[in-house]
């Protein structure tokens, strides 16, 4: 087994190594560059010298995506405080209950959640920091008053000549110490805060340096769409290319799918990040339409030309996306099976990962040279995977996984941490999966999800759903169970029924015909008795997958 290296060695190394490259900028903003990247941290090191922030305490931030944003984060763990990211998405009460569960001494917050929050409900925070310009929301400790009034003087006074390379000298981890807590929800009743030790972030970061680094080029253009508070966005998006030295690009507005699009245009991403839904509304919206043509069908199937039409096909979509990226990697839910087909057949460079956030994320991956339709990968390094199943290859059973990765537990939830770590050090996902004879692992559902026929047979929604999100003027939709029947909620395309002047009658008898032809496509045990329109979107968590608990 390798031996774990100290994480913040890895980011002291990139900032000594790019130091007068350019690191961080806010799509449409200001650029920072390694250098100061590393005068920000370590004026943020005296701040919380200064105001009697010891190691080990914990440090909250909470807002968009942004330069100082990640400023703030990298600043924490090279002091050795943990880091205490929360999701901007969350409301103010969910933000109160993390940073009061967390006991955190100081929270970081953006623009946006500067105006939402009440100081005064989360009563043990010594200070709130603005994160745009890192001056003082609220203090409650003169310390801290004096530290950030005089920061720039304290500055001149460690650093009277000048700040340069080898004053970069920064907290050496452990692997086993503490390094962020991330919680997986809001709530007070279900939070669960995931204590994430160094050797997890480094066994993600060890992973992409050497199975991903090897294919882009040093100091290459990243965008960072995905949110950073998320283990998905933090460590593949933002840790990984800080790392390797590239210059990341913060959309710090609400990504549409517009400004994605005009920002891989600018940006020309080297790699990309995403999520299914950004990748499914792009072919949905920009790619299909183009190619569905009678004539398009018509030579795709002729052979002669089927290759070069192909091909023709996939550098539109590649161009779509910046026209630059080494492959598109998606992970925290499952791809669709009709996009995923489409891309793989026109051999776009796509690939899927699986993860969580127990992990720091990843558990499987694969390149997209070695990417199997419909699996996610294969083990990554540092990791075991197995499936818990009498026949893993034909008969879905439960993930464990165990490594390098593994976090330490729930924060103060020892019970929680029992019910999903076992004696051997195996982490029970709760996914449903099998595995190939040559370890590519292909997720089924959830156990939480999973529902049970009148005859008594395992019903995986994701698989109705995945075929259901296929068919005509379906936006998305979820599969609930009703006594001993299945009924479908689908949200339809309102946009595409408006242009073409639908009326709900007329939805309705479309999605009688769907579900006709989906039933014809499943064992008479899973068939749907309905399908019903849901007007509005359904409410998502932040890595885009639907709340499915408020709708059974």
Request: charged share 20%; aromatic share 10%.
């Amino acid at each position: 087994m390798k031996t774990v290296e100290s994480f913040n060695s890895y980011i002291e190394r990139s900032v000594t190594q790019n130091w007068n490259l350019d690191a961080l900028t806010d799509y449409k903003g200001a650029t920072l560059q390694y250098h100061d990247v590393a005068r920000k941290i370590e004026k943020l090191h005296i701040l919380f010298e200064n105001s009697g922030v010891k190691k080990g305490d914990k440090i909250a931030m909470c807002g968009r995506n942004s330069a100082h944003w990640a400023v703030t984060f990298l600043a924490t763990l090279t002091y050795g405080a943990v880091a205490v990211p929360i999701l901007h998405e969350f409301n103010a009460e969910q933000i109160h209950n993390i940073v009061n569960h967390s006991e955190s001494k100081l929270l970081f917050v953006g623009d946006v959640v500067a105006t939402q929050i009440t100081p005064k409900e989360m009563p043990h925070l010594e200070g709130i920091v603005y994160i745009p310009d890192f001056s003082l929301v609220e203090s409650r400790s003169e310390t801290l008053t004096y530290a950030r009034e005089h920061l720039n003087e304290l500055f001149c006074t460690r650093y009277p000549r000048v700040f340069a390379k080898q004053h970069v000298n920064w907290h050496k981890d452990e692997p086993e110490e503490l390094a962020l807590i991330n919680y997986t929800s809001g709530t007070t009743g279900h939070s669960k805060g995931v204590m994430l030790p160094y050797r997890a972030l480094w066994g993600n970061l060890d992973f992409c340096l050497n199975k991903l680094g090897i294919y882009l080029q040093k100091n290459c253009d990243v965008l960072s769409i995905l949110p950073m508070a998320h283990m998905y966005g933090m460590a593949i998006e933002f840790i990984f290319p800080f790392c390797f030295g590239s210059h990341l690009f913060f959309l710090n507005r609400l990504p549409s799918p517009s400004l994605i699009a005009q920002a891989f245009a600018d940006v020309k991403p080297a790699v990309i990040i995403a999520v299914p839904l950004i990748i499914e509304k792009i072919i949905r919206k920009k790619v299909f339409p183009h190619i569905q043509s009678n004539v398009i069908k018509l030579l795709l199937q002729m052979p002669v030309v089927s290759k070069k039409v192909k091909q023709r096909i996939c550098n539109e979509v590649y161009q779509a996306m910046g026209g630059n990226a080494y492959e598109v990697i998606v992970g925290g839910a499952a791809l669709n099976q009709e996009i995923e087909h489409f891309l793989y057949n026109i051999h776009f460079p796509i690939t899927v990962g699986y993860g969580t956030t127990e992990c720091a994320p990843l558990i499987t991956f694969s390149d997209y040279h070695d990417f199997v339709p419909g699996s996610c990968g294969t083990p990554v390094d540092h990791m075991e995977v197995k499936i818990l199943s009498s026949d893993p290859q034909n008969k879905p059973g439960e993930i464990v996984t165990r490594g390098t990765n593994v976090m330490l537990g729930y924060y103060k939830n020892e019970e929680a941490t029992r019910q999903v770590l076992d004696a051997d050090g195996w982490y029970h996902t709760g996914d449903l999966a099998t595995m190939d004879s040559s370890g590519h692992v292909f997720i089924r559902g959830r156990i939480k999800n999973m529902l049970l026929s009148a005859n008594g047979q395992n019903v995986y929604p994701e698989e109705i759903e995945d075929k259901l999100n296929s068919m005509a003027m379906v936006s998305e939709c979820i599969v609930v169970q009703r006594d001993d029947k299945f009924v479908a909620l689908v949200h339809p395309d309102y946009d595409e029924a408006k242009a073409m002047a639908f009326t709900t009658d007329d939805l309705t008898n479309i999605m009688e015909q769907n579900r006709k032809e989906l039933n014809a496509q499943l064992p008479a045990y899973s068939h749907l008795t309905a399908i019903e329109l849901h007007e509005e979107e359904f409410a998502k968590t932040p890595k885009k997958s639907i709340k499915r608990y408020l709708y059974k």
